[in-house]
């Protein structure tokens, strides 16, 4: 099974500062197809996972675009250009090329200083 | 609007059953793949089953056996069949959306929750 992990597990952030978070998995997630199967969710404190970057660097409808994605093969990175106090919460990388196993990485938590 | 509404978590005692589901509105359940996906408390993301437009269905190791997944068509809605409870199992499970077009878990419900205890 493909294991997914994040680095750092959590970061805190001044307001307008950009942040970084590592995603690594130990296969190669680039398809056949052509696509990498590379995501990223964020969980705001009480609420649902919500979709932020699809196939590595496709914001997902609604996304900001301050947040970025960028990576290939087993090395992936999330990338905030300014934090915003509503960007608080775990993020997570999943993989998706290992179907029907979803796999996801452990979370990165993301405070505000 | 694409929305899910989880139903029938609650507390149960190790060894039980429950039925948990997933009501869908805006889109077809029978034309994505669905899983159900569980968080225990504190704890992170855990993939636990899918059932894919064609009828196949698979499951995590740590419920084989004992979890079941399903859909009914008419109702649009997703269920998990879970027997045999243990006290890991108590968690948070949310169902979510995976289309199939590369926007996995492109939608969660607000998720229910399951506490296995004496």
């Known amino acids: 099974d493909i294991v997914m992990t994040q680095t750092p597990l959590s970061l805190s952030v001044t307001p307008g500062q950009p942040a970084s978070i590592s995603c690594k998995s130990s296969q190669s997630l680039l398809h056949s197809d052509g696509k990498t199967y590379l995501y990223w969710y964020l969980q705001k404190p009480g609420q649902s996972p919500q979709l932020l970057i699809y196939e590595v660097s496709n914001r997902f409808s609604g996304v900001p675009d301050r947040f970025s994605g960028s990576g290939s093969g087993t090395d992936f990175t999330l990338k905030i250009s300014r934090v915003e106090a509503e960007d608080v919460g775990v993020y997570y990388c999943m993989q998706s090329i290992q179907l029907p196993l979803y796999t996801f990485g452990q979370g990165t938590k993301l405070e505000i200083k | 609007e694409v929305q899910l509404v989880e139903s029938g978590g609650g507390l149960i005692q190790p060894g039980g059953s429950l039925r948990l589901s997933c009501a869908a509105s805006?889109?077809?359940?029978?034309?994505?793949?669905m899983s159900w996906v569980r968080q225990a408390p504190g704890k992170g993301l855990e993939w636990v089953s899918v059932i894919y437009s064609g009828g196949s269905t698979y499951y995590a190791d740590s419920v084989k056996g004992r979890f079941t997944i399903s859909r009914d068509n008419s109702k649009n809605t997703l269920y998990l069949q879970m027997n045999s409870l243990r006290a890991e199992d108590t968690a948070v499970y949310y169902c979510a959306r995976d289309p199939g077009t590369g926007t996995a878990f492109d939608y969660w419900g607000q998720g229910t929750l399951v506490t296995v205890s004496s």
């Open positions: 805006g889109f077809t359940v029978s034309s994505n793949y």
